[in-house]
């Protein structure tokens, strides 16, 4: 599907696709004797944060995945719910649920998912591999991103990316898959100075920021394609980080809800499912 001037470059028939094929992959799989499972550690009552675990297993058990909730409340508890994660041969998804304990980093205790069930690409050792070059699960949010570019056929190579947002889940591994397919990548952040000056120079905008609207009309360019990861939840409802005015600016845009959030959540059931399938 091609973008046209002004689209709204919705995620719903992707991630039907995905899920389509996901299904299909993890009955192949059950029928084997091998049913794909996932575990989701959280350690929150944040209900923004529990309605997202909510949507997981419904969506997940859409697809023929088994989806395990698994509750602690400590940074400790955390540890060891993950190690005792890493052994089980039932388990071949494992995902740790922000915002976490205070003064626990989710880095620092994501080091306990191994690789290979980091369906969420979560800890240091899945961004080195990114980073690296080398196969890993990249963060499902930021795979989205590309994920939708593609389905619109954006081009990328030789195309100026700026991702606004620098953070470990999805700025920085946007980044990464941007750089692989050859755009030339800047990252701004809250430290950048005159973000417009830097962001009307984009021909596709990546936006990751958690700030509800700041992106508008003067911060894009016509022919820009902008990709708004930001889910905010404001008195109005659901936000993006973009401006809905920026619309009549930007070649196309995502929209906020229903553009990288469900594309977001099909990937990482298919993370699960491909893991299921390399544990052999
Ligand atoms: N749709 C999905 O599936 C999905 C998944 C994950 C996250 N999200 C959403 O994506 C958004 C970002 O999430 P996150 O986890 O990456 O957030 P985060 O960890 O809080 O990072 C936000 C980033 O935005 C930068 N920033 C903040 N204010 C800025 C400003 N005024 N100008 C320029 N940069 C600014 C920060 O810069 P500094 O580094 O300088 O502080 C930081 O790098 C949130 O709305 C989140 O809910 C959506």
Redesign the pocket.
């Given at each position: 599907m091609t973008a046209q001037p002004g689209s709204e470059l919705s995620g719903r028939e992707l991630a039907t696709q995905i899920r389509a094929t996901t299904a299909a992959r993890a009955a192949e799989l059950a029928a084997a004797g091998r049913p794909p499972r996932l575990a989701v550690v959280t350690a929150t009552d944040d209900e923004a944060s529990a309605s997202y675990v909510r949507s997981i297993a419904s969506a997940a058990a859409r697809v023929g995945v088994a989806c395990d909730v698994l509750r602690t409340s400590t940074a400790n508890g955390i540890s060891a719910t993950l190690a005792q994660l890493a052994d089980d041969p039932e388990v071949q998804g494992v995902i740790l649920q922000t915002p976490l304990p205070d003064g626990a980093g989710l880095a620092d205790l994501a080091t306990a998912i191994p690789p290979e069930k980091d369906v969420d690409g979560a800890s240091p050792a899945s961004l080195g591999r990114l980073a690296a070059g080398l196969p890993a699960f990249p963060p499902a949010?930021a795979e989205?991103v590309l994920a939708l570019l593609d389905h619109y056929q954006v081009e990328l190579r030789g195309r100026h990316a700026v991702v606004?947002?620098?953070?470990v889940?999805?700025?920085k591994p946007a980044a990464h898959l941007l750089l692989d397919r050859h755009a030339t990548v800047t990252i701004?952040?809250?430290?950048?100075p005159d973000?417009p000056a830097i962001t009307r120079q984009a021909d596709v905008l990546v936006v990751?920021?958690?700030?509800a609207s700041?992106i508008g009309p003067e911060h894009v360019s016509p022919g820009t394609t902008v990709v708004d990861?930001?889910?905010?939840a404001t008195p109005d409802g659901l936000a993006g980080?973009v401006h809905p005015a920026v619309a009549a600016v930007a070649a196309a845009l995502t929209p906020v809800p229903g553009g990288?959030?469900p594309v977001?959540t099909a990937l990482l059931l298919r993370h699960v499912v491909e893991a299921t399938a390399m544990a052999g």
């Open positions: 949010t989205a606004v947002g620098r953070s889940v999805v700025g701004c952040h809250s430290r950048t973000l990751a920021t958690g700030r700041l990861v930001g889910t905010n980080d990288v959030g977001t």
